[in-house]
Nanobody
Framework: QVQLVESGGGLVQAGGSLRLSCAAS????????MAWYRQAPGKQREPVAS???????NYGESVKGRFSISRDNAKNTVYLQMNSLKPEDTAVYYC??????????????WGQGIQVTVSS
């Protein structure tokens, strides 16, 4: 069984920073791709940032230059450093991990979601 535990969300003023973490635990061989998504009220879930096992990153247009995704493979953890936060960044943030099992199979896992609220 695999668990993803997110932390680091909360309330921050516009222009402030937050750092989200998502740690995976359980029985798996290694993590492949890792990513963060977000969903604002009344909107569809959208990709925020992703990072491959090799460290290549991609960002949504609205967060480029402000957010940074990173990973610690030894800890099976993905991070999202969010700077210069704007009220429109307010959403529930979800981590996503593509995990590889000991038999080679792959499976997607989602975190429980963590609230980020940016006040103006």
């Amino acid at each position: 069984q695999v668990q993803l535990v997110e932390s680091g969300g909360g309330l921050v003023q516009a222009g402030g920073s937050l750092r989200l973490s998502c740690a995976a635990s359980g029985s798996f061989f290694r993590a492949n791709a890792m990513a963060w998504y977000r969903q604002a009220p009344g909107k569809q879930r959208e990709p925020v940032a992703s990072i491959t096992s090799g460290g290549s990153t991609n960002y949504g247009e609205s967060v480029k230059g402000r957010f940074s995704i990173s990973r610690d493979n030894a800890k099976n953890t993905v991070y999202l450093q969010m700077n210069s936060l704007k009220p429109e960044d307010t959403a529930v943030y979800y981590c996503y991990l593509d995990l590889i099992g000991y038999t080679g199979g792959r499976r997607d896992y989602w975190g429980q979601g963590i609230q980020v609220t940016v006040s103006s």
